[in-house]
């Protein structure tokens, strides 16, 4: 039966979710060289339109479709036949089932954009879009499934409250493929690259933030305790990774940064995603402080190991949502640390080699990455054709 409560609810929660994807542009456009500031937006942006397509299409009959051996979703809701304003059983009793269509379509769309961070700067829009597109259908589809719409995950009992595998993780290895397949970008580790407006960073955190409660707390699905307790262990665990991030910035570095708390924030509020609705508010301070200091070790690390992220994908993402989905395991009612490793490597192994695949397969048709002279050009002239600041 429909609960009009809950309705509401799924339906500004998926507001708040979807508020996420402009978040992240302007997140990610704040730390990049202000000559390709429009093409990280940008790339934010189109998979609002993109993703929704695909979704509605094929993308939710293929995450949330009657099961198919564990391994996909049927093709049953086919561009969303029979789904209505009916409820649907099997996922939310109470909100009709085209509400819990749209409230999943905005995880599906940040997803994606999230793994624009490690390839920003230096890679051709079409291929973008391309990848992007064959990303959403080959690796979030499936994977999607797998843990939420009744596959083997699934049965199995792994636990990912909101996304730290279905989001988080497979953004995150995606990120490290990408990176590498790419290659850094010119002069990096032989001259500064500085952001170049951490204000409109702060700003997208900030935003981020706030959009995350319906990442979180929606992902209760219902107006109840633990839509409540995922809505504290949300705020509590980002501003308990903040500080964590800020004390041992300033222990490593000798002094605090602006950037390095904006990323404790969003470190915090990945790790704990996973979690959310699993543990109480003192494993939310636990699992915070532990986003902290691990990401920020992680973000270190890419330097020592040779790969060009960046806007640290990997080590916030891919770091946090393993991270929390192992907390999950350990930290819940609910202890399945078994099954919560086999969820971690299956989610790893799989998008890292269906992402290496994609990638190829984008490469030679169209190209990754833009020559050496638009590089240096900057993308949002060489591929769009505008600047963010006109000055004099």
């Not at 900030?206 to 409660?213: A, K, S, Y």
């Not at 609910?334 to 992402?355: C, E, P």
Request: glycine share 12%; hydrophobic share 55%.
């Amino acid at each position: 039966m429909v609960d009009k409560g809950d309705t509401l609810f799924l339906l500004v929660s998926a507001a708040l979710v979807l508020l996420m994807t402009p978040a992240l542009a302007v997140f990610y456009g704040g730390l990049v060289r202000r000559k390709n500031v429009l093409s990280v937006i940008i790339q934010s942006l189109i998979m609002i339109s993109l993703v929704t397509l695909e979704w509605i299409y094929v993308g939710y009959s293929l995450s949330f479709g009657p099961d198919v051996h564990g391994i996909i979703g049927s093709l049953k809701h086919l561009a969303l036949k029979g789904v209505t304003f009916e409820p649907s059983p099997n996922y939310a009793s109470t909100v009709p089932a085209l509400v819990f269509m749209i409230y999943q379509a905005m995880f599906a769309i940040i997803t994606p954009a999230l793994i624009t961070g490690a390839f920003a700067e230096r890679t051709r829009f079409g291929a973008f879009v391309l990848f992007s597109l064959l990303w959403a259908l080959v690796v979030y589809n499936p994977l999607c499934h797998w843990i939420w719409g009744g596959g083997w995950l699934s049965k199995l009992g792994v636990l990912d409250f909101a996304g730290g595998l279905v989001v988080h993780a497979s953004c995150g290895v995606a990120a490290l493929v990408m990176a590498l397949m790419v290659g850094p970008r010119k002069g990096v580790r032989r001259e500064p690259f500085i952001p170049h407006n951490l204000p409109l960073t702060v700003i997208g955190t900030g935003l981020l933030w706030f959009g995350w409660f319906g990442f979180n707390a929606g992902s209760a699905l219902a107006v109840n305790n633990t839509a409540i307790q995922a809505f504290i262990n949300t705020h509590v665990a980002a501003a308990t990774a903040m500080l964590a991030w800020v004390v041992v910035e300033k222990l490593n570095q000798g002094k605090p940064t602006t950037l390095g708390a904006c990323s404790g924030a969003i470190a915090g509020l990945a790790t704990i995603t996973p979690a959310a609705g699993f543990v109480g508010t003192q494993a939310a301070v636990l699992i915070g402080a532990l986003a902290g200091i691990i990401c920020y070790t992680a973000v270190l690390a890419k330097n020592r190991l040779g790969y060009d992220d960046a806007l640290d994908v990997v080590g916030i993402h891919g770091v946090g949502g393993i991270l929390g989905t192992l907390c999950a395991g350990l930290l819940s009612t609910q202890v399945r640390f078994s099954a919560q490793v086999i969820g971690v490597g299956a989610t790893v192994l799989y998008t890292l080699v269906a992402t290496f695949i994609l990638a190829k397969v984008v490469d030679i048709v169209v190209g990754l990455r833009v020559d050496e002279e638009m590089e240096v050009t900057g993308l949002d002239i060489a591929e769009h054709g505008e600047e963010a600041y006109v000055l004099g």
